[in-house]
C-alpha cells in the first residue's frame, strides 16, 4: 500500500510560478512510476505528466510542455511538478499518482491517488 499526500497548491497569478510536491509513503517508491492529472470543474480528469521510476522518462501533455516540469527525490520518496508561466486554463485540483508496472498517459493504469490540492491561476 503507497499513500500519496500533495502539497503546494494555491493562487497565483497568470505568469506565475509554483511547485507542487507529493511524499509517498513506503519502502518501494523508487519502484514506482509517478504522474501529475488534474480535473477541472465540470471537466474529466486530465493527465498532465509521469516520470519514470529511474527518473531516465518523462511524458507530458502537449499543453504544459516547456512550461512544466516533473522530477522525483527518491530518497525523499517526493515527486514534484513545476509549474512556470502559469494560465487561468491550468486552474484545476491537481493528483498526484502511482502506478507499480508502466510509464502511461492512462489515469486507468495507475494503483494509488493522492487526494489532491487546488491550484488557482488569476488572470
Known amino acids: 500500500q503507497v499513500q500519496l499526500v500533495e502539497s503546494g497548491g494555491g493562487l497565483v497569478q497568470a505568469g506565475g510560478s509554483l511547485r507542487l510536491s507529493c511524499v509517498a509513503s513506503?519502502?518501494?517508491?523508487?519502484?514506482?512510476?509517478m504522474g501529475w492529472f488534474r480535473q477541472a470543474p465540470g471537466k474529466e480528469r486530465e493527465f498532465v505528466a509521469a516520470i519514470s521510476w529511474s527518473a531516465g522518462r518523462t511524458l507530458y501533455v502537449d499543453s504544459v510542455k516547456g512550461r512544466f516540469t516533473i522530477s522525483r527525490d527518491n530518497a525523499k520518496n517526493t515527486v514534484y511538478l513545476q509549474m512556470n508561466s502559469l494560465k487561468p486554463e491550468d486552474t484545476a485540483v491537481y493528483y498526484c499518482?502511482?502506478?507499480?508496472?508502466?510509464?502511461?498517459?492512462?489515469?486507468?493504469?495507475?494503483?494509488?491517488w493522492g487526494q489532491g490540492t487546488q491550484v488557482t491561476v488569476s488572470s
Open positions: 499518482a502511482a502506478d507499480k508496472f508502466q510509464l502511461t498517459r492512462a489515469a486507468g493504469g495507475y494503483d494509488y
Open positions: 513506503g519502502r518501494t517508491f523508487s519502484t514506482y512510476t
